[in-house]
């Protein structure tokens, strides 16, 4: 979890440093972005707000998103680029990152492998990535998911 702190500690600061908010949409890895990121003193200044996003349910719900995307196959950046958009603007931040994915043992009822990751972020500019672990250790894939995404935003927001 240091690991996690630490990385959340530069993104917090890049965040304070240019006056700017995120909120966090989460999946496969469970609330720990949000965890990193609250765990930094002064996250207040910065973290509005997040969810964890795992079932339909909850993208029907929280999101307010239409059919159509609630029943979006797959953990994909599209996907994630909408749940991010949705977040973004439903809490009104500068950023909102959505993280989605496959942890493990095995793979998403959508036919992603386990180890299979997608991270979007959504603000002043937009992007997304996907990873590909190979792993089947859900632990360790949250972990690397989590990383993975701090480290996104670490490189959107510089």
Not at 46 to 62: K, W
Not at 85 to 97: D, G
């Amino acid at each position: 979890m240091q690991t996690l702190f630490n990385r959340a500690r530069t993104v917090s600061t890049l965040l304070i440093d240019k006056q700017q908010t995120i909120a966090v949409a989460e999946s496969s890895t469970g609330g720990l972005v949000s965890a990193a990121l609250l765990s930094v003193p002064g996250a207040s200044a910065y973290y509005v707000g997040g969810a964890v996003i795992y079932t339909r349910a909850a993208r029907r719900e929280l999101l307010n998103l239409p059919e159509d995307i609630v029943t979006m196959a797959g953990a994909n950046e599209e996907y994630a680029l909408i749940v991010a958009r949705a977040l973004r603007k439903k809490l009104e931040t500068t950023w909102a990152v959505c993280e989605t994915g496959a942890g493990g043992p095995s793979g998403n009822r959508y036919g992603n492998p386990a180890g299979h990751v997608c991270v979007a972020i959504a603000g002043p500019s937009e992007q997304a990535i996907t990873l590909q672990t190979g792993n089947k250790d859900r632990q360790a894939n949250m972990q690397t998911f989590a990383e993975t995404t701090l480290d996104f935003l670490e490189r959107v927001l510089a």
